[in-house]
């Protein structure tokens, strides 16, 4: 016999993380009332209200919901992004894209990039940037969509958004309601265990209702009320490789035409990050506490800001890590309650989509097999431990040794996974994906080079090609992107054209 399947649903939680679940898991509410969903937010506590930088794989999750992307576009004021660009990380004064996409065209089996390190080795200097057609339209303020045909040299454009996060969350707030889900205006102040005290029986409210369910989100940011407070299931702190613990967000003014990518520029003690959405540039400084205090942090945030502030900056205090189980008992921690890496490449949203996405695909019954929740907690395990690895690369392959915060990051023990990618890549020029980590080759070739990690030597197979040969090729390669790059409209103008169309 089966077990019985899951009949309700409860969302405690309505920043990003509760609204995108709702959305999702609204496609199994039917018309049989077999399934209820409802989401219980509370306006009065607000939602932590900064998060406006995306990767490319949100576009699978709007496409999965059906959403229409220039409707998308105008109601969360979002603008597109090609990549991000580091400016200081390695040296002061350095500067590089991790574009979306990868740089150049992989030729006869072999990786672009060694055709470049090839050419590097005969003291051909052009930058790796030279390469990408994403990061060629990021720095000329260019966009267009990726062309359909893989032929054209188009189709190897790659983009994401910069969107308010509040917006989408309100446009999925629709677009659930109207699907079905039932959304409760209020605070939980008290949570009820289950008789066992393994899992969640209920929520109250301060009005007194209490709202029972099957299986319970915990969609409420830092504050975890159900996976952390309740059921108390630790957090694996990794302040040790990820030091940054503070941030300070004030949007400003937009000046001039919004650039099609993220900045992030490298400050004494951490970073500060710069967002272009349709009406506002978000702006923040992720510092940490043991090597700067609130109000220097303040005074560097202010200082690089460059259009009118419209409003104080606001502070958000984190630790870096995440809960040690994402699905325990009944409950599963989606967004800010299952952990918080810094969003240096933009990937909390990713997370929230990942968590979502995995649970779909275990759907359990209510009897809630050990085994889904081992698979669960495993799959986001291994997400989180091989982002942290791509963030930690920023910070440990620095030259600088300016203030105290880089002497630390420099001289860090590094978690193994990464210290062995580095040193592969070093001794061979190569990295390899693992269990489909999210950054693939081309943003860990990426990365590693714009921080001046140089690999010893070049893949032997382009050895004995005659070097004229290679350096035509880019040649080549170079002006042909140049020239498609020409040609696209701003960014701007595509942007007002395609949400006015929309
Ligand atoms: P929140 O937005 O905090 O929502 C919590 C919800 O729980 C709210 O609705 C609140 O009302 C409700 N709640 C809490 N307690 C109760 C209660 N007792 N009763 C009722 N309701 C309650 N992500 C990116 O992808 N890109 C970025 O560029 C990015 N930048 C970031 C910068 C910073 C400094 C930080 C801190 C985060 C950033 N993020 C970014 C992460 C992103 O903001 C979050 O992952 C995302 O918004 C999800 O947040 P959340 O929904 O988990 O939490």
């Not at 991790?98 to 930058?127: I, K």
């Amino acid at each position: 016999m089966t077990a019985p399947s899951i009949g309700s649903i409860v969302i405690v939680g309505g920043g990003s993380a509760g609204w995108m679940t709702a959305a999702a898991l609204s496609s199994l509410i039917d018309e049989r009332g077999a399934m209820t969903i409802t989401l219980v937010e509370s306006e009065a506590i607000g939602s932590v209200g900064v998060g406006e930088a995306t990767i490319p794989d949100i576009l699978a999750f709007n496409q999965m919901l059906g959403i229409d992307e220039a409707e998308f576009m105008r109601a969360t004021e979002a603008t597109f992004k090609l990549g991000i660009e580091f400016i200081d990380w390695a040296r002061p004064g350095d500067r590089y894209i991790h574009p979306f996409g990868q740089h150049g065209v992989d030729m006869e089996g072999v990786d672009f990039h060694h055709y470049w390190l090839r050419l590097r080795a005969d003291g051909v200097e052009t930058p790796i940037e030279t390469y990408s057609l994403s990061a060629l339209a990021a720095r000329a303020g260019r966009f267009t969509a990726p062309h359909p045909d893989p032929r054209s040299i188009l189709s190897h454009l790659r983009y994401a958004y910069h969107f308010d996060a509040a917006l989408y969350a309100r446009y999925l707030r629709r677009y659930a309601e109207a699907r079905g889900v039932t959304r409760v205006e209020g605070i939980v102040t008290q949570v009820d265990r289950t008789a066992s005290g393994e899992g969640i029986a209920a929520v109250v409210m301060a009005s007194g209702e209490r709202i029972t369910g099957d299986i319970f989100f915990d969609c409420t940011g830092f504050r975890a009320l159900l996976i952390g407070e309740t059921l108390d299931v630790p957090y694996t702190d990794w302040s040790a490789w990820l030091p940054c613990d503070s941030a300070l967000a004030m949007p400003s003014a937009p000046v001039g035409p919004p650039l099609p990518y993220t900045r992030s520029t490298a400050q004494p003690a951490g970073w500060q990050w710069r967002i272009p959405t349709q009406r506002r540039t978000g702006n923040g400084h992720i510092y940490s506490r043991h090597f700067m205090d609130d109000d220097t942090a303040e005074a560097v945030l202010r200082a690089r800001v460059d259009g009118a502030p419209l409003a104080e900056p606001r502070q958000i205090r984190f630790t870096a890590g995440h809960r040690r189980r994402f699905w325990s008992g009944n409950c599963v921690a989606i967004g800010l309650s299952a952990g918080f890496l810094e969003p240096l490449e933009s990937t909390s949203l990713y997370f929230i989509q990942e968590g979502i996405s995995r649970f779909i695909s275990l759907f359990p019954t209510k009897d809630m097999p050990d085994i889904l929740r081992t698979e669960y907690n495993r799959h986001m395990d291994v997400e989180f431990e091989q982002v942290r690895d791509f963030i930690v690369l920023h910070y440990a392959a620095t030259e600088r040794d300016d203030t105290p915060f880089w002497r630390y990051c420099r001289t860090m023990d590094l978690p193994d996974t990464l210290r062995h990618k580095i040193e592969l890549f070093r001794e061979t020029g190569r990295v390899f994906r693992y269990n489909d980590e999210l950054f693939a080759r081309p943003s860990w070739v990426a990365v590693m080079l714009g921080q001046r990690i140089m690999p010893r030597r070049y893949d032997p197979v382009i050895a004995t090609l005659p070097v004229g040969d290679v350096a035509h090729s880019l040649r080549s390669m170079a002006h042909a992107m140049a020239d498609a790059v020409q040609r696209l409209p701003t960014h701007a103008d595509y942007l007002a054209h395609y949400c006015a169309a929309g």
